[in-house]
């Protein structure tokens, strides 16, 4: 099993409509989670860190549900900047390095 | 706002060949990596750096493969004898707590 799965896509999302991504993490015991966003050809670049709580950032929701060992992400009212890869990205065991997904692909149209 | 530097942006090298791909971590950051995009797949983590030492490496780093930070600003990847197959976007990223922050890139080819 892989150590982190996403759904690669693409999305294909009209402006304003809400999309939401989801991803899967193998090992139990990881502790941090994260989405990252990719603009093509461009390097990753942190969106948010989710907490177990749940965190809220302007349209963009973040998820984590512990038990089912599954994180998500929500984007409302979508805008064609948004428009990139997102990255669900989750810390090794050791605590050191960073294990990426393959990626989500969002494409919003006019 | 402190970034992550990368050098040189595309380097172009014959199979064979030694290449170093080098990064200057943000300053204060104590945590460095490496990782390497193929085209159109996922971003792999290669090796972690801490404290002066490799505190974490992936199967793709092999014996081909070294990390040097030889003074105190460089990052340093080297490839000793590049393949075709090593033809990939690497990056370099620095953490200082949990957010990692990524340099733009050098794109290698190997021809």
């Known amino acids: 099993r892989k150590e982190v799965e996403q759904d690669p896509g693409p999305f294909n999302v009209p402006e304003g409509a809400t999309v939401a991504f989801n991803c899967t993490y193998s090992n139990s015991a990881s502790q941090s989670f994260f989405w990252y966003r990719q603009d093509c050809r461009k390097e990753p670049k942190l969106l948010m860190s989710?907490?177990?709580s749940g965190n809220e950032d302007g349209r963009f929701t973040a998820q984590l549900n512990r038990a089912s060992q599954y994180i998500s992400l929500l984007i409302r009212d979508s805008k064609l900047s948004d428009s990139a890869t997102y990255l669900c990205?989750?810390?090794?065991?050791?605590?050191?390095?960073?294990?990426f997904g393959k990626g989500t692909s969002l494409l919003v149209t006019p | 706002e402190p970034e992550v530097t990368q050098t040189p942006s595309h380097q172009v090298t014959q199979m064979g060949q030694e290449v170093i791909l080098r990064c200057v971590p943000i300053s204060n950051h104590l945590y460095f990596y490496w990782y390497r995009q193929i085209l159109g797949q996922k971003v792999e983590f290669l090796v972690s750096f801490y404290n002066n030492e490799i505190s974490e490496k992936s199967e793709i780093f092999d014996d081909q493969f070294s990390v040097e930070r030889p003074d105190g600003s460089n990052f340093t990847l080297k490839i000793r004898s590049t393949k075709l197959e090593d033809s990939a976007m690497y990056f370099c990223?620095?953490?200082?707590?949990?957010?990692?922050?990524f340099g733009q890139g050098t794109r290698l080819t190997v021809v």
């Open positions: 989710v907490y177990s």
């Open positions: 990205v989750v810390f090794t065991i050791s605590g050191y390095a960073l294990n």
């Open positions: 990223a620095s953490r200082e707590n949990t957010e990692a922050f």
